[in-house]
């Protein structure tokens, strides 16, 4: 039987020394950790996890600030409101939730947000300093992912990872992550994508399989090496005339079938999806605290 690798037990954990140490800097230093949400325009999804991140401040004791705006704000509101956060003592983090309104340029917008405050980690600042391995905000979800191996003790050393996705915010990042010379990386790393055709050559030599290509089931039992570590961190709707809202939530990896073969793998829902919050929770603090060494 493989390990079912449990996010929502993690991100608790995360989330419970969280507080200890908010309070602890609450007590010594009278810092609060502050977070900047902003949310344009009314995807649903979007709405959903912005409410969830202010719900998150609220149960850790964090200052936050929703900032909701509509769907036609000029892009010139959404920077003049980044810039007064950047300058905001009280915010810590500034975060601007993903997708923007089709006349909006997201580089401009993630650019426009002071490198010390981006708990993203999406600023070509931050990405920087992950490739060249100085400290500084790590994007969350690959963070969690670095988070969820540790956890189960999963040894990156010298293993081959093999990463299916080369987005900016999982992909790119998490290969970064695992071959840097540091004691949760020097992983050797094979990045593959789908426009690769047959991958299977390549994730066949993984030992640890991690899945970002936004494709529902698209990894089956014949892509993944007997005794593997598969991690996904896929979730996409299909169709599921059983259930009562006639969809359910699958990831990347044909769970059912691929897990037999597996030392460990993460499920969806439950795996990766509950580490994100817990990890931007997580920069938040470690902004607020002043551990990374950004200038002021
Ligand atoms: N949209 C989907 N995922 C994310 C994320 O991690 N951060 C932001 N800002 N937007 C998103």
Same mark, same amino acid.
């Given at each position: 039987?493989?390990?079912?690798?449990? =996010?929502?037990?993690?991100?608790?954990?995360?989330?419970?020394?969280?507080?200890?140490?908010?309070?602890?800097?609450?007590?010594?230093? *009278?810092?609060?950790?502050?977070?900047?949400?902003?949310?344009?325009? *009314?995807?649903?999804?979007?709405?959903?996890?912005?409410?969830?991140?202010?719900?998150?401040?609220?149960?850790?004791?964090?200052?936050?600030?929703?900032?909701?705006?509509?769907?036609?704000?000029?892009?010139?509101?959404?920077?003049?409101?980044?810039?007064?956060?950047?300058?905001?003592?009280?915010?810590?983090?500034?975060?601007?939730?993903?997708?923007?309104?089709?006349?909006?340029?997201?580089?401009?917008?993630?650019?426009?947000?002071?490198?010390?405050?981006?708990?993203? =980690? !999406?600023?070509?600042?931050?990405?920087?300093?992950?490739?060249?391995?100085?400290?500084?905000?790590?994007?969350?979800?690959?963070?969690?992912?670095?988070?969820?191996?540790?956890?189960?003790?999963?040894?990156?050393?010298?293993?081959?990872?093999?990463?299916?996705?080369?987005?900016?915010?999982?992909?790119?990042?998490?290969?970064?992550?695992?071959?840097?010379?540091?004691?949760?990386?020097?992983?050797?790393?094979?990045?593959?994508?789908?426009?690769?055709?047959?991958?299977?050559?390549?994730?066949?030599?993984?030992?640890?399989?991690?899945?970002?290509?936004?494709?529902?089931? !698209?990894?089956?039992?014949?892509?993944?090496?007997? =005794?593997?570590?598969?991690?996904?961190? =896929?979730?996409?709707?299909?169709?599921?005339?059983?259930?009562?809202?006639?969809?359910?939530?699958?990831?990347?990896?044909?769970?059912?079938?691929?897990?037999?073969?597996?030392?460990?793998?993460?499920?969806?829902?439950?795996?990766?999806?509950?580490?994100?919050?817990?990890?931007?929770?997580?920069?938040? !603090?470690?902004?607020?605290?002043?551990?990374?060494?950004?200038?002021?």
């Amino acid at each position: 039987m493989p390990i079912i690798i449990d =996010g929502k037990l993690v991100a608790s954990e995360v989330l419970k020394d969280l507080k200890e140490k908010t309070r602890q800097l609450k007590e010594k230093k *009278n810092i609060v950790p502050g977070l900047a949400l902003m949310l344009v325009g *009314n995807n649903p999804a979007s709405k959903v996890y912005v409410n969830s991140k202010r719900k998150a401040c609220e149960d850790l004791g964090y200052f936050s600030v929703v900032e909701h705006m509509p769907e036609d704000t000029p892009e010139k509101k959404i920077l003049e409101l980044i810039e007064k956060w950047n300058s905001d003592e009280r915010i810590h983090g500034i975060l601007v939730q993903l997708p923007l309104p089709r006349h909006t340029n997201e580089l401009k917008v993630t650019l426009k947000i002071k490198p010390s405050k981006d708990v993203d =980690g !999406f600023h070509p600042e931050n990405f920087g300093r992950l490739v060249i391995g100085l400290p500084g905000f790590r994007p969350c979800t690959p963070a969690g992912i670095l988070e969820l191996l540790k956890f189960y003790k999963i040894q990156t050393y010298g293993k081959h990872v093999v990463v299916v996705g080369r987005s900016n915010i999982v992909g790119k990042p998490i290969a970064n992550m695992l071959f840097q010379k540091a004691p949760e990386g020097n992983a050797i790393v094979t990045i593959c994508h789908t426009a690769g055709g047959d991958i299977r050559k390549f994730t066949l030599l993984a030992d640890i399989l991690i899945v970002a290509a936004g494709r529902p089931q !698209f990894i089956t039992p014949d892509h993944v090496k007997e =005794g593997a570590v598969v991690i996904d961190v =896929g979730i996409n709707r299909i169709d599921d005339p059983a259930s009562p809202k006639g969809y359910k939530l699958v990831g990347d990896v044909d769970f059912d079938n691929v897990a037999p073969k597996t030392h460990a793998i993460t499920p969806v829902p439950g795996g990766v999806g509950p580490m994100t919050i817990a990890m931007l929770m997580k920069n938040t !603090f470690l902004s607020a605290s002043g551990e990374l060494g950004y200038e002021a």
